[in-house]
């Protein structure tokens, strides 16, 4: 009697996981060629932490390295804190069934932040500091032209709404940059990728997670907080991280306040009509009232690079 219905379960099932796998792999691809992070002969520094978001990287990384039309190799690289109850086991294992190169470093971070952080203080800074030095010199000393990190559309979402709410400054994280030392680049291929994906493919994978027992257990951080609002405006109003994301990219100096940006100072009126200035005494746009039993308007946008459209 269930057998039919069993059956269209399991194809529905693996539709779903053949449509998601698709954009995935189509939005690492385009952050990846929209910012040219994977270049001929580059050697990737895949950082992996144990967590869905970098088992993610991982994975898309290594199915698009076999289609891709450059070579390149990857390096997954765990860096081993020593925090109580660690599984070292379950990555070395992972790895070797994946047939990927990588290296443990073995460095007691837990200790010092633990040592130098009053009990029920925020340990994310000092962590992250010491992390990132380790990993500079883990990729120098295995020749790793690229650091690629797990961090999503959502972190990027959450990171700039941090920046303004806690530092008073409009900065991002770019899916590109320059490390601070001046020796490294450093890529976040899952730029375009929302979380919420992210955790539906380490289900569909199974990938063996293994939980932060330092930052995954402050549930009282701004950034768990932040994370928290937006799923709650994504849920409430759907579209609004991706109108956020794309912002991102969008931007307007001459409609923003940072003279180093735009010469505020010496601007005057030229006479010659230009279609990027202001229109000063224009309402500001706003949604119009939706018609009588449809559901309310949402500003139309160019389909955004890391969106939420499904697959055909």
Same mark, same amino acid.
């Given at each position: 009697m269930n057998a039919p219905a069993d059956a269209q379960a399991v194809r529905k099932a693996a539709f779903e996981a053949n449509k998601l796998s698709k954009r995935l792999h189509r939005q690492v691809g385009q952050a990846i060629g929209d910012f040219n992070m994977i270049e001929a002969g580059d050697k990737v520094m895949v950082c992996l932490s144990g967590g869905k978001d970098s088992y993610a990287l991982l994975d898309i990384l290594l199915s698009l390295r076999?289609?891709?039309?450059?070579?390149? $190799?990857?390096?997954?690289?765990?860096?081993?804190?020593?925090?109580? %109850?660690?599984?070292?086991?379950? &990555?070395?294992?992972? !790895?070797?069934?994946?047939?990927?190169?990588?290296?443990?470093?073995?460095? $007691?971070?837990?200790?010092?932040?633990?040592?130098?952080?009053?009990? %029920?203080?925020?340990?994310?800074? &000092?962590?992250?500091? !010491?992390?990132?030095?380790?990993?500079?010199?883990?990729?120098?000393?295995?020749?790793?032209?690229?650091?690629?990190?797990?961090h999503h559309r959502d972190d990027m979402v959450v990171t700039l709404l941090m920046n303004m709410f806690f530092g008073s400054r409009m900065k991002g994280m770019p899916p590109k940059l320059v490390s601070d030392d001046g020796k490294h680049v450093v890529i976040r291929p899952l730029a375009y990728v929302a979380e919420t994906d992210l955790e539906k493919w380490a289900e569909h994978r199974q990938f063996p997670i293994i939980p932060c027992s330092l930052c995954g257990s402050q549930t009282n951080l701004q950034r768990v907080q932040v994370k928290k609002m937006i799923r709650e405006w994504e849920k409430h109003y759907p579209g609004r991280i991706d109108n956020m994301f794309t912002a991102m990219g969008n931007i307007v100096p001459s409609h923003m306040m940072d003279r180093n940006l735009y010469p505020f100072t010496t601007i005057r009126a030229t006479g010659v009509a230009d279609a990027a200035g202001d229109i000063a005494f224009d309402e500001e746009p706003c949604a119009p009232p939706a018609p009588t039993g449809q559901v309310h308007w949402r500003p139309s946008r160019p389909t955004a690079p890391g969106s939420q459209e499904e697959d055909a």
């Open positions: 076999e289609r891709a039309p450059i070579h390149f $190799d990857i390096v997954a690289v765990n860096l081993d804190q020593k925090q109580p %109850g660690f599984p070292a086991d379950v &990555l070395p294992t992972y !790895l070797k069934s994946r047939g990927v190169p990588f290296h443990i470093e073995n460095q $007691d971070t837990y200790s010092i932040v633990k040592k130098l952080i009053p009990e %029920g203080q925020t340990m994310c800074s &000092l962590c992250s500091r !010491l992390r990132r030095g380790i990993l500079y010199r883990v990729a120098g000393e295995l020749g790793a032209t690229k650091i690629a990190l797990g």
